[in-house]
Structures are given as C-alpha cells and as structure tokens.
C-alpha cells in the first residue's frame, strides 16, 4: 500500500510540478561549444550592450522630463523646437554605431557562409515529423525520430530530464572535424538547429542548402525543428552526439554492418509472426503518428486504417501507396525511407491488426521485386 | 454635361443633409450610411470586436502552454488557433483601427466635409464583415482553420494544407479589396480636401503618416493578393508556382510574402507614430521637437521597408552577397526610428507634463516599443539572427512592436479622442487602471518570451521542454491579466457613451489642431464651409 502511495504521489508531483523539479530561470543565450556559436554569442552581447547604454540614455532624458518637467512640480513648458546641430547629431551617431557593428557581423557572416574543405558530409532530410541523417561517403543511413513516449506527453506518466529532446538515434559526429550538412527536406520546410553550434538552416524541399560545424568538445548536444512544419513540429527534436574521433570510426563500422545485415535479411523466409511483431514497431515510428497507434486515424487529414479499403481490399493498391504516397496529400512515399523488411512488415502488420483480419501477408522478397519493376 | 449634374446634385444634398438631416434611423443608417464618422464607428467597433476573439484564441494558446505537455488542446487545434490569432490580429483587429481612426479624424484634422469618395467607403467597410465571416467560418470546417501560420508558408499551406485554404484565400482577397479601396480614399481625401491654406508641411502628422501608410497599402496589398492567387492556382489548378517536384520553388513564396509583410509591418505602426506625435506634445505642452524631420523619417522607413524583405528569411539560404545587403539595410532602418524616439523624448523635455490615460498609453508607446525596437536591431544582425530566427526572441520582438505599439497607440488615440467622438469624458480612474494593468499584463506576457527564444524555445510549438516552463508559466499568467484587462476598456467606452462630465471643444489644454474647433460631440456633419488655415 505504502509503495503504492508513494508511487502515486511521486506520479502526481511529476504531473503537476514538472516544472518546479527540472526548472532554471536562464536568460540569456548559451555561447555554445563551437568557434561559430562563441562569435555569435559575442556579436549578440555586443549588440546588446550597445541597446543597453543608448536605452539607458534615451529613458534616462525621458525619466528626468517625467520626474521634473511635470504641471504638478509647477513646471512651466518651455517652447523649443528644430535644433539643426541636434537633428544631425543624432542622425550621425546612431549611423556611425551602426556602422562599427557591421564589421565584425560581417566577418562572422563570412566565416559562416565557408563549407569548403570538410572532412565529413553529412546529408540531413527534413520528413513530417523526424529527420534523416545519410553518411554520404559512407553509403548508410537512418532516421532520427522523437523517443518520449506518448503518455509522457499526455501527462499519464511522469515527464523525464530530456523531454520532447531525445531520440531513438541521434546524429553521430567526430570531434575536432569539419563537418559539412547538406540539408533538404521530403515534404514540408523545417530548418535544423543546435543552439550550442551556432547552427540553423532551413531544409527545403527542391533545395540543397549547405552548413558546417567543427566541434571540440565531446558531448550530447540538443535542438529542436524551428519551421512551422504541420501537426508534430514540436515533437521533432535534434540530437548529436560528439564522440572522440576513434569512437566514431568504430562506430561507422558497425553501423556499415548493420546496414549490410540489414539487406541480407531481405533474402531471408519470413513468416506471419515474424512479420506482425516486427511491423508493430515500424508502423510505431513511421506511421502511427498520424494514422494512430490504434489505426484510427485522424479524418480527414490522416484517414483511418482499420477497416478501410485500402488495408482490407487489393494488396498492390495498399504496397503501392505505402511506397510510392499519395500526391497532393500528406501521404509521404515510404519507399526510400523504409527498408523492404519494413515495408513488407508494414504493409502485413496493416492488413492484419486492429480486425483487418485478411489473413494476407507481403514478403520483402515480393516488396523488393516490386521496387525494381519501377 | 451629365458629369456636372451629378456634382450639383450632390452639392445639392449635402446641403440640404446640413440644415435639415441627422442620420438616418435604424438600421439602415449603418448599412447605408456615408458618413465619415458612422463609417469610423463601425470600423472601430468591428475592430475591438475582432481583437478579442483574436484575444481569445491568445488565451486558448497560452492556456496549453502554461505547463509542458498537452492538456487542453491537441497540436492541429493549437496550429489553428496560432495561426488565426495572426491573422485576426492583424487584418482583423489593427488594420480596421487605423482605418476607422483615419475615417473619424481625417476629415476633422484637414477641415473636410466627408471623406473624398464616400459610397466606396462604406462598401470597403462592409467587406470586412464578410471577409472574416468567411475566414472564422473555417473553424468549423471539416479539416478544421487554416493551420500553417499567419505567413501561410508554402507548401505547408498549398500541398498539405487543408480543405479550408481555398477559404481563406477568398477571404484575404476581400480583405485586400477592402484595404485597397480605403487606402484610395485616404489619398483622395487628403490631396484634395484640405482646407485651404493647408500646405502639406503644414498637415498634422497623423495625416501624414496615413497618406505615407496608404501608398504603402496601395503597394503591398496586390503583391498579397498575387502570392495568395498563385497559391489558389497551385491549390485548384495544377500549376506548380511552390511545388518542388513540379519545378516550382518553396523559396519564392517567401520572397514575395515578405515583400508585402515587411511594409504591412510599417502599416500597423506608421498611423501610431502619427497619432502619438500629437498625443505627447498636447500633454508636454510644448510643440512637437521636429516636425519636418517626423516627416522625412516616416518617408524614410516607408522606402526603405521595400527593400529589407529578405531578413525575415535569413536562414534559407540566400547567397551571401544577398544576406549582407539585406542585413545593411536592415540596420540603417535604425536611423529614421531612432530619429522618431529622440524627437518625442526632446518634445517631452522640460515640457509641463501632465499623465491622462492618453499620454500614459503614448510614453508607453515609446518605452515599449523602442525595446521592440532594440531587439530588432539584434535580430537585423544577421549572424545572431541564426540564433534568433523562429524562436521566442522574435514572438517576444513582434509582440513589443505591435501590442505597446500598434495597440497601445490605438488606446492612446482612442482616449485622446473619446471626449470628440462622444461629447462625455471618460472614467479616468477607470481609465488608468486599464492603462496599469494592460502595461504589467503586456510586460510579464512578453519580456519572459525573450529569455525563452534565448535559451532556446522554437516558436508554434504546443508543446516544450522543461526548462522553459517557468517563464511559460509567468507568460501565461501576464497573457490572462492583459486579456481580462481588455473587457474594462468596453465597459469605460460604454459608459462614456453613454454618459459622464460633459466634453468642451477642446477638453486637452495642450492639444492643437483643427479637431478641436469644432463642438464636442462632433456633429454628425462637420466643415460645411472649409476652415482658414494661416
């Protein structure tokens, strides 16, 4: 019973105070961990100086007129106005400060601006809602998406210290490298920023934009999507993490290997159970968010799964909407963001959950065929 | 021939409207009317009426965030409420104030009978009503509001948003015809109708900054209507104007939203600055430091709005030679602001200042908005604007320029002219504890936004870590103060309206200006016979 009480009151506390257990009242901006993110910051406490001291002045002159200058104290109105001297001092100086921040913001633009000779590229797509990170030179990839688990979000459970900012695989750098982003996006525009690099660019789709960071110090970095970019821009985050560069490299490797295991097992037998389990969890990542864990869906926008007739009827109409999409609707082409084991899962798990009880499976055998005929 | 007889008839009838005819009665007096004043009513109220329901979507939004996770509303209610909120604010609720201030005072300052096209103005008026039956009408669609912001990026907006785009096209085109055709009056009126000796240097600046925010209206509004036609055509039409895969570009909506957004920012503020600059001399006492170089920065920001588009857009990309240009630019904006503040400071400098609820609202103005204006010049740094972009810094940004701008500069005027418009005084305790409540409720709402976008919250999000939920919570809490302060200003002009200390001519000692010759409440018909100016 006591455990029980507790459990429930430590549960109620994280519900009702979840920000008095994790908060900070932090002001202002982090100077971050790259040599980009430090002359930004310093630019952005220049600049902010600099309205300090003129807002100083300014309502200093204003404040004194209110305190002395009022009918009340007695004071008579003098009847000055035009002051050609006056008019063109303040004309001059506010140009002139101007002027003294617009050359180390240059020099700092500049800097930005130079992607040429880095030592890693990395391509990184923007999808409604999660990102794709493709080691170009390495011939691997994966997605990146949103690991807080949904009864975090609707408050069933206690939120925990990197809520809404972690991930099921973040995004791998080596420290101490150039590292160059190629950014685009499959749908929408979303942008990727890490506030502790500096580093924020819009990922748009028919556009390669072009980004670098060096970072020196190893560490687990987080940002979010900052473009407006439908129903889960606030459950898009970004995560890197900056390992020592032999980690990385032994890293890379697994991570060849896993992807080269992962197209043998394309080959393999597959049964139903084999399929169902594994489709459950794909379709939880790649689908559920906007069909619904319970393939309800979310009319008109996300039709419902269960019980329609694409998920119950014609097998090739359900393969090719899963792989090619829908154009015109959100309906994305899962065909290059799913491997043929998940497409196939996928694709079985969907004819088979929730009473779509077809009885009718797809192999990635058949789905891999399938691709190739196009 | 025909021409003339028209003119004599309608010279006829004005007379005749003089010696023998109020306004008409019933109903038919608001839906036929043209009269400047009826029309400046209706505008007025229309206004206070859209901002609070844009108000209440503000509650609805700030209400979600007041802790992390999602309680009241889902993600796709929350884009929609955002993104109404926006829209309502602005075409709904700030534009038609200035345009029903323009229509009451107009006339009044220039000495004019009526505004120079009268039967367009009470149609431009009529459209609003449609337009934003139209535009709140999609809430109850199926698919719900528009949902991708108030900048409505494509192909956010085109390819995946929903049924009720179309709708809202529909309704930002009347809103432009609307706006158009008021912007066209106002140029007529004011080039044509002034009294005789009234030069143009010699104009009040409310005037001034109306005619320089109509020909920006004039500029932008077709552009506006252009970028939203080329969404229609995308929409309904197969073209590809945003749709990479059909060989369009995303980019390019953005490049021609913005070109109407930038100047539309300078639209909600011009006519404030006008209005403030007789507001703060009238209780300085004194006359307005520089009115010539009022004039020539107002002039100023207006040209150079045309050409400071692209640092909306810092982050997608554009070549570097285009984010340095857009970024100089930027800054020079500066110059002319910075003119505007020190010659309202230098007007109030050992003046004899007094503080009614007008002249509280207007130094509010000028404190508020030139942190607004502080923060600009931080985000117009391009490379800190990297860190800036989208996030709570610039909700924080934009909230200091149009509420203590924009909207305390309607107060302000609204105070400042109550006593014309409707021959009583006002509450002023009543009037300054508004004033009080909004500027606290206004300050906690919003300061906390800044140190939110610094330490790193993306704005539109329903949802956020957990450390931004203390100043979200302080945020919410000054949002709920300023919203429920807004239904007392409906109740001091209730009751102004309909009763208090009588209000002579000229109930301000400072004030100047050919709206204080004529009796309070104004009569329904005013400089039949056009006023000298010396």
């Known amino acids: ?374 | 021939m025909a021409v003339t007889g028209v003119f004599m008839s309608a010279v006829a009838d004005t007379h005749a409207q003089d010696h023998h005819h109020g306004p008409a009665k019933g109903i038919s007096r608001w839906l036929l009317t043209t009269n400047h004043k009826d029309i400046g009513t209706m505008y007025l109220i229309f206004s206070f009426a859209m901002f609070l329901l844009g108000g209440t979507m503000a509650m609805v939004i700030r209400a979600e965030l007041f802790q992390p996770g999602l309680q009241i509303v889902q993600p796709e209610f929350f884009n929609q409420m955002t993104t109404m909120h926006g829209l309502i604010m602005v075409f709904g609720a700030v534009m038609p104030a200035f345009v029903g201030l323009a229509n009451w005072m107009l006339p009044l300052m220039i000495g004019a009978p009526d505004m120079a096209l009268p039967r367009m103005n009470n149609w431009s008026f009529w459209l609003l009503p449609c337009a934003f039956l139209i535009l709140v009408s999609t809430l109850f669609m199926e698919g719900g509001a528009p949902n991708f912001g108030w900048t409505f990026y494509a192909p956010l907006s085109t390819t995946y948003g929903p049924p009720s785009t179309t709708f809202f096209i529909f309704a930002v085109h009347i809103m432009g015809i609307s706006s158009i055709m008021g912007a066209i009056n106002v140029i007529a009126t004011i080039l044509n109708l002034r009294a005789p000796g009234m030069t143009l240097m010699k104009m009040p600046l409310f005037v001034w900054t109306w005619l320089i925010t109509a020909f920006l209206l004039i500029a932008v509004m077709p552009v506006l209507a252009g970028v939203v036609t080329m969404m229609l055509m995308d929409i309904n039409f197969g073209t590809s104007f945003f749709d990479a895969s059909g060989g369009g570009d995303p980019v390019l909506f953005q490049h021609v939203f913005w070109f109407f957004g930038h100047p539309e920012v300078y639209i909600m503020i011009l006519p404030a600055f006008g209005a403030v600059s007789h507001i703060i001399p009238a209780f300085s006492r004194k006359p307005l430091f520089g009115y010539a170089s009022m004039v020539y920065a107002v002039g100023a920001i207006a040209l150079l709005s045309f050409v400071v588009w692209a640092h909306h857009m810092f982050t997608v990309g554009i070549p570097i030679v285009g984010q340095l240009f857009f970024m100089y630019a930027t800054m020079l904006i500066a110059v002319p602001t910075g003119v505007k503040v020190f010659n309202w400071v230098a007007t109030m400098f050992r003046g004899s200042l007094t503080f009614e609820a007008p002249m509280l609202f207007a130094v509010a103005f000028v404190i508020l908005f030139t942190i607004g204006g502080f923060s600009g010049l931080m985000l117009a740094i391009a490379p800190a604007d990297f860190q800036y972009h989208d996030t709570y810094f610039v909700v924080a940004h934009f909230h200091y320029v149009l509420v203590p701008g924009a909207i305390f500069g309607i107060f302000a005027s609204a105070y400042f002219w109550l006593p014309k418009w409707t021959g009583h005084m006002y509450d002023e305790t009543l009037a300054k504890t508004h004033f009080w409540l909004s500027f606290i409720g206004m300050n906690l709402a919003f300061f906390p936004m800044h140190f939110l976008g610094l330490a790193g919250m993306p704005r539109r999000i329903p949802d956020y870590a957990l450390q931004f939920a203390d100043f979200n919570m302080v945020s919410s809490v000054g949002a709920f103060m300023f919203g429920a302060t807004q239904l007392l200003f409906l109740l001091i002009v209730v009751k102004c309206i309909k009763g208090g200390k009588e209000a002579p001519a000229k109930p301000w000692d400072g004030a100047e200006g050919l709206e204080w010759t004529v009796s309070s409440p104004a009569p329904y018909h005013t400089f039949a016979t056009p006023p000298e100016v010396k």
Not at chain 1, 109 to 130: C, F, H, N, R
């Open chain 1, 1 to 374: 019973m006591r455990v029980h009480a507790q459990r429930a009151g430590a549960l109620l506390g994280g519900l009702m105070f979840p920000a008095w257990s994790m908060a900070d009242w932090t002001l202002n901006m982090t100077p971050g961990v790259t040599g980009t993110s430090n002359e930004i910051f310093s630019l952005h406490m220049t600049i902010l100086w600099i309205c300090v001291v003129i807002g100083v002045v300014v309502f200093g002159v204003m404040f004194w007129s209110i305190f002395a200058h009022r009918k009340s104290q007695g004071a008579k109105p003098a009847n000055f106005h035009e002051n050609t001297l006056v008019e063109i001092l303040w004309t001059i100086i506010p140009f002139v400060i101007l002027v003294v921040m617009a050359i180390p913001a240059t020099a700092t633009l500049v800097d930005m601006y130079d992607t040429t000779e880095s030592e890693v590229d990395i391509k990184v797509t923007g999808y409604q809602w999660k990102w794709q990170y493709e080691y170009i030179n390495e011939d691997f990839g994966y997605f990146s998406n949103l690991s807080t688990p949904r009864d975090q979000i609707e408050n069933r459970q206690a939120k925990g210290e990197n809520y809404l900012l972690e991930v099921d695989n973040p995004l791998v750098i080596p420290v101490g490298k150039k590292v160059r982003f190629l950014l685009t996006a499959n749908d929408v525009i979303h942008s990727w920023w890490v506030p502790d690099f500096g580093v924020k660019k819009d990922a748009i789709p028919g556009f390669i934009n072009e980004t670098w960071t060096r970072v020196d110090e190893p560490g687990i970095y987080r940002g979010q999507c900052t473009e407006l970019c439908g129903k889960d821009h606030g459950f898009m985050p970004v995560v890197v993490e900056a390992v020592p560069e032999e980690e990385y490299n032994a890293w890379v490797a697994e991570k060849k290997e896993a992807a080269e295991r992962e197209r043998q097992l394309t080959q393999k037998d597959w049964t139903m159970a084999e399929l169902m389990e594994r489709g459950e969890k794909a379709y939880q990542t790649a689908c559920a968010a906007c069909h619904q864990a319970d393939g309800s869906g979310a009319p008109p926008a996300f039709p419902a799964l269960k019980g329609s007739p694409i998920a119950t009827q014609d097998m090739a109409a359900h393969i090719d909407i899963v792989v090619n999409g829908k154009s015109g609707t959100s309906m994305q082409a899962f065909g290059n963001q799913l491997s043929e084991v998940d497409l196939a899962a996928v694709i079985t798990y969907e004819r088979n959950a929730w009473g779509n009880n077809t009885g009718e499976m797809v192999t990635p055998k058949e789905i891999f065929d399938y691709k190739n005929q196009q």
